[in-house]
């Protein structure tokens, strides 16, 4: 008899074709559960349906699963259908700003895990406001002519990171979408507002299969 279990608080589970990636952010790490989409059913909000009792003691036994949906909501991203234009050269007041916001956000960056990266990502919030597009082009194009400036530059989790914090401070929300694939197995992230990817392109995240939006 089939049994219902919840992803357990932290882990975020994805099938790519035959298997299914685990994403753990207490421990700051991946798993890979080779050819366990046979026998594994991903549904919403976070479920997992297992065929029978063993199946289920192994998920619980390895802190994948548990028998209580979890008290915060999934969510699930909207599929990236669009990417936002380059907007125009930034003014030399926008570039310095952001450089030195892009600065404090590396400090903040450095040596934390993962969770701890989700939880400040926000920095200090702006006021919130309907998404302008000039706004938005202006930000992450002064974001994009900055960074190569900013010493320390990193990869996409803290190059995400640091356009979350701007983009935060100039009142405009993006969601935090981390993707996986398998065979190689390779994780990226990057910056949604509902389907448009910001500061990336579809080419490349249409690669990953969405484990995580935060």
Avoid at 159 to 188: C, K, M, N
């Amino acid at each position: 008899m089939s049994m219902e279990l919840w992803c357990a608080e932290g882990v975020f589970l994805a099938r790519v074709r035959e298997d299914i990636v685990v994403l753990d952010v207490n421990a700051d790490r991946y798993h890979c559960l080779l050819d366990a989409a046979d026998w594994m059913v991903l549904g919403k909000s976070g479920s997992v349906t297992v065929p029978d009792e063993p199946a289920a003691r192994e998920l619980l036994s390895a802190g994948i699963a548990m028998g209580d949906c979890a008290k915060t909501p999934r969510r699930r991203p909207e599929a990236a259908r669009r990417q936002f234009a380059t907007a125009a050269a930034p003014s030399r007041w926008s570039l310095f700003r952001t450089g030195v916001a892009i600065a404090s956000t590396t400090m903040a960056f450095r040596g934390l895990p993962l969770r701890q990266l989700i939880a400040g990502s926000a920095g200090s919030p702006g006021p919130v406001r309907p998404v302008d597009d000039r706004c938005l082009g202006e930000t992450v194009a002064a974001f994009q002519g900055a960074l190569p400036w900013v010493p320390f530059e990193g990869e996409c989790l803290q190059r995400a990171f640091q356009l979350r914090r701007v983009l935060t401070g100039r009142g405009i929300h993006a969601d935090w979408i981390f993707g996986v694939r398998t065979w190689p197995f390779a994780a990226h992230c990057w910056l949604q507002i509902g389907d448009l990817v910001i500061a990336d392109t579809l080419e490349r995240v249409d690669r990953y299969t969405p484990i995580m939006v935060a």
